[in-house]
């Protein structure tokens, strides 16, 4: 746990004393006021900064004659999202490409961190993936009203029939909310399941299981982030498809 201390401790002293005085602000009183911001929450703000000067990286450094490994690597990734978004998506995938992108490396590096020896993967912590959850339930209902209208919209939500949208909105409604649940239990589960695999690994056979269990880690990392994306990917098409 050294590692998530270091970060813990780092944040807090940048930034401890703004945040409890936001939660005071709001009467919220954190189990621990010398140390306000927790370790998923420190460990999230050391993901965002990775990607943030990554990028920043690769934009200053931009070459047509001789591409960097970082701008290849951006460019694979962004070749890869944008592949995906446009067969999901469809038309005017282009608009959605960066949530997307941010939203597979945001969980990829979190989960990926359940690697380093002694840290708790963060996505392995309901609050991480609930608020993941979260943002893209709001991001694509956002899209959903502008692209259809209020109308337009929310006429999804009644059903090509008009005599049973007394029964499909409220449906419909609660399905829409179910997906924040959905989201949040797969990617929270899963990642909770691979740590105790390599927890448990460790006890019984220090040597060769966890190496085998540390590479199920990584699979499975891979896998839910690829998972988590697709399925925004999915509810973002369909919040911006249109009726014919």
């Not at 999230?44 to 931009?62: D, N, P």
């Not at 105790?196 to 540390?214: E, G, Q």
């Amino acid at each position: 746990m050294q590692f998530e201390i270091f970060i813990t401790n780092w944040v807090n002293h940048l930034f401890g004393g703004l945040a409890l005085a936001l939660m005071r602000l709001v009467h919220y009183q954190p189990a621990d006021p010398s140390a306000p911001i927790g370790g998923a929450f420190s460990l999230e703000l050391l993901v965002a900064l990775a990607l943030i000067l990554f990028f920043l990286f690769v934009r200053l450094t931009l070459s047509v004659e001789k591409p960097n490994p970082a701008q290849q690597i951006a460019e694979i990734i962004h070749e890869f999202t944008g592949g995906q978004a446009e067969q999901v998506i469809g038309h005017g995938y282009e608009r959605f490409q960066p949530f997307v992108t941010c939203v597979l490396l945001f969980i990829l590096l979190n989960n990926l961190l359940g690697l380093v020896p002694g840290v708790v993967t963060p996505t392995s912590r309901p609050i991480v993936p609930l608020g993941i959850a979260v943002l893209t339930f709001i991001y694509y209902n956002f899209h959903g009203f502008r692209v259809q209208g209020p109308i337009g919209y929310l006429k999804h939500f009644a059903g090509p029939l008009w005599w049973l949208a007394p029964l499909m909105f409220p449906v419909e409604v609660v399905s829409h909310l179910a997906r924040m649940m959905s989201l949040t239990i797969r990617l929270y589960a899963n990642m909770l399941a691979s740590d105790l695999l390599i927890l448990i690994s460790f006890s019984i056979l220090p040597v060769l299981a966890p190496t085998v269990f540390l590479g199920l880690h990584f699979a499975v990392s891979l896998v839910q982030a690829y998972v988590f994306m697709l399925l925004s990917m999915i509810y973002l098409g369909m919040a911006v498809a249109h009726d014919h």
